[in-house]
């Protein structure tokens, strides 16, 4: 990035950055956005978000927020759904009148990425038990797993940790 001057804005809570443009220092010449995979911003990797997937007007890229052979992302996203609303009387506390309105919902999507082929699918253990299949003991620990666990989330971060730490990733020159 030290080569490239940047017009771009990037939120510490979300961890999206939006990027108007980009260009080499050396002769101003524009980068082309919608060709890049991704970037890195102070050491950390950022994965483009399809148009598509997000709610912004600037190409967006999400940070990774865990790296390794398996890498963790997410991006907020509003959703509209629609919603049975009812109208209550006042003194009787029944409905008078009931209709269906849309509202908006954000939706965090969280998403894992395999480092190796850039594959991208949704955060949930069934996923993780598809890209763990050459680790016995993290298959074993993902399948007795109830879907119902409380900490479910914190207990996948842990080990898709676990996992990246028996299996680095390394970099080809």
Not at 56 to 70: Q, W
Not at 102 to 110: A, G, I, N, P
Request: hydrophobic share 35%; aromatic share 10%.
């Amino acid at each position: 990035m030290d080569e490239v001057q940047s017009r771009l804005v990037t939120n510490p809570r979300t961890w999206i950055t939006q990027v108007e443009s980009l260009s080499r220092r050396s002769n101003n010449k524009a980068i082309a956005i919608d060709q890049l995979w991704g970037i890195c911003i102070d050491g950390i990797p950022y994965i483009r978000i399809p148009a598509d997937s997000i709610d912004k007007s600037l190409p967006a890229f999400a940070g990774l927020r865990i790296t390794g052979n398996l890498c963790y992302f997410q991006y907020e996203r509003n959703e509209e759904r629609e919603v049975e609303m009812s109208a209550y009387n006042p003194l009787t506390g029944k409905p008078f009148r009931s209709g269906t309105i849309t509202r908006d919902f954000l939706e965090v999507r969280e998403r894992l990425l395999r480092f190796e082929t850039g594959e991208m699918a949704p955060f949930t253990r069934r996923q993780l038990i598809q890209w763990t299949t050459r680790d016995q003991v993290i298959q074993t620990t993902l399948r007795r797993l109830s879907p119902k666990t409380e900490d479910l989330e914190d207990q996948l971060y842990n080990i898709m940790l676990s996992f990246n730490k028996r299996h680095p990733v390394f970099i080809k020159d």
